[in-house]
């Protein structure tokens, strides 16, 4: 991606995770909320659902209680327990309408409830009511780091400038709290990993491959301001 091609982007849109595996009902979910202005995200499973929260940074997740192998109620359980993704508000979504169901669906950490068949009207407004919720519960009150105009604000996995952000995942966190800590020093390669590696949390896979990390990182960055130096000999860092 050139640069010149980004500066007429907009901020990162409200993204949305469907974890669903009936084709047609994700369809139209996921087609409902892009007419709502928000990006929606898929997938069928749980697993491939895990994995797109971890590496994507959603700003929330739409559940699916009965899904093949791993449950709805299992994969609420792994997203509030990871540190990666436990801020994340999940709506459940099911056709279970008894009273134990719905406890055990909020006891799982769910922070909303759906039962099917349900109104898309309904949706939208649950999941525009969960955003603002976690907005709430999450305020900007200062930024942890500064450079310049780029703002860092560790807790909601975000970085800003003027009245842009986008969203990061914890490795993106890590590494940009490392070199908004040390602007205008380029740290080696060999460094970021052995942070992020000491970061890891046991059991999770964090790629540790520096090189393509930072230049997807670098693209990323460059939506907002083009700070983000990589250069794989010299170092990385975030220029002054
Ligand atoms: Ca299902």
């Not at 040390?182 to 059991?203: H, T, V, W």
Request: aromatic content about 2%; glycine content about 6%.
């Amino acid at each position: 991606m050139r640069l010149d091609s980004l500066e007429n982007l907009r901020p990162m849109p409200t993204t949305v995770l469907v974890v669903e595996d009936e084709e047609d009902v994700r369809t139209l979910i996921c087609k409902k909320i892009a007419d709502a202005g928000m990006l929606p995200l898929q997938a069928a499973t749980g697993s491939e659902g895990l994995s797109l929260a971890r590496h994507h940074s959603p700003n929330l997740v739409l559940l699916d209680w009965m899904l093949p192998g791993q449950s709805g109620i299992d994969v609420c359980k792994t997203l509030k327990r990871d540190s990666a993704t436990s801020h994340l508000p999940v709506i459940l979504l099911t056709a279970k309408s008894e009273e134990a169901d719905r406890v055990t669906g909020l006891e799982a950490g769910a922070d909303d409830y759906l039962v099917k068949p349900f109104s898309v009207r309904e949706l939208i407004l649950r999941i525009q009511s969960e955003l603002r919720k976690s907005q709430r519960t999450a305020p900007l009150d200062g930024p942890d780091l500064r450079v310049g105009t780029l703002e860092l604000f560790r807790n909601q996995h975000l970085l800003r400038s003027g009245s842009r952000s986008i969203t990061l995942d914890p490795p993106e966190v890590l590494i940009l709290a490392l070199l908004m800590s040390n602007p205008g020093q380029l740290l080696k390669a060999d460094i970021l990993a052995e942070k992020l590696r000491s970061a890891q949390e046991p059991g999770s896979r964090i790629t540790t491959d520096i090189r393509h990390r930072m230049e997807a990182l670098r693209e990323k960055v460059a939506l907002l301001e083009d700070r983000l130096v990589c250069d794989p000999r010299a170092g990385y860092g975030i220029s002054c």
